[in-house]
């Protein structure tokens, strides 16, 4: 079955700073790829996701990166605010969300 | 807008009790879903309902069940609690059973 690695598990950063999470996936059949951030006693909500027929889906500041031949994607947030400090979680499987597993999260802090 | 609503938000329970989380949602999706959040492990998914009648299994579903007696309520029961079931409990849904999933805000239980 699929497994995801997340890296790295804690990141600190300053504010108008750029950050990046790595994830690995290991099913090359997984096709759909979003992005999760999860507040403090709060549930994860989806930010961005991409699929497996594009290399790059940006929104705003942030911005996803998939590589199908080395199975690994990237979550880049560009001028880091306070408010983007989270836990971010990365996910990776097919379209049906029942077969989907979850990376181990990234807790981002930004400084002002 | 309501969303998902999850019950209770905290519990203590002494192993062997019996305990059901409950989870409604209001925004008529096909699909619902049980995730345990653990530290260093990330979601992992119990069991889903694709649809009311019919119920799956996820990566972690031993100890728990789960029953979907109609479209807004997916109730997960702990037959006999035991401390390893100490965790965060997310009830989540989607449409059509693909895409983004739509998280509650997590009912954190306790096993002593």
């Known amino acids: 079955g699929e497994n995801v690695e997340q890296h790295p598990s804690t990141l600190s950063v300053q504010e108008g700073d750029s950050a990046v999470i790595k994830c690995t996936y290991s099913?090359?059949?997984?096709?759909?790829f979003p992005w999760y951030k999860q507040e403090l006693g709060k549930g994860p909500q989806l930010i961005i996701d991409i699929r497996s027929n594009v290399g790059e889906k940006k929104d705003q500041r942030i911005a996803v990166t998939l590589n199908k031949t080395a199975k690994h994607f990237s979550l880049h947030i560009t001028e880091t605010q306070p408010e983007d400090s989270a836990v971010y979680f990365c996910?990776?499987?097919?379209?049906?969300?029942?077969?989907?597993?979850f990376g181990t999260g990234t807790r981002l802090q930004v400084f002002p | 807008i309501a969303g998902i609503t999850q019950a209770p938000t905290s519990q203590i329970l002494a192993a062997g009790r019996r305990m059901t989380l409950r989870c409604t949602q209001d925004?008529?999706?096909?699909?619902m879903y049980w995730y345990r959040q653990d530290l260093g492990l990330g979601l992992r998914l119990i069991h889903y309902s694709n649809t009311a009648g019919t119920t799956g299994k996820g990566e972690v579903p031993d100890g728990y069940s789960v029953s979907r007696a109609n479209t807004d309520d997916f109730p997960l029961t702990l037959a006999s609690a035991v401390p390893s079931q100490t965790s965060v409990y997310f009830c989540?849904?989607?449409?059509?059973?693909?895409?983004?999933?739509?998280f509650g805000e997590g009912s954190r239980l306790t096993v002593l």
């Open positions: 925004m008529r999706h096909n699909a």
């Open positions: 996910a990776a499987g097919y379209h049906n969300t029942d077969k989907l597993i």
């Open positions: 099913d090359s059949a997984s096709n759909y």
């Open positions: 989540a849904s989607s449409e059509e059973g693909a895409g983004e999933l739509f």
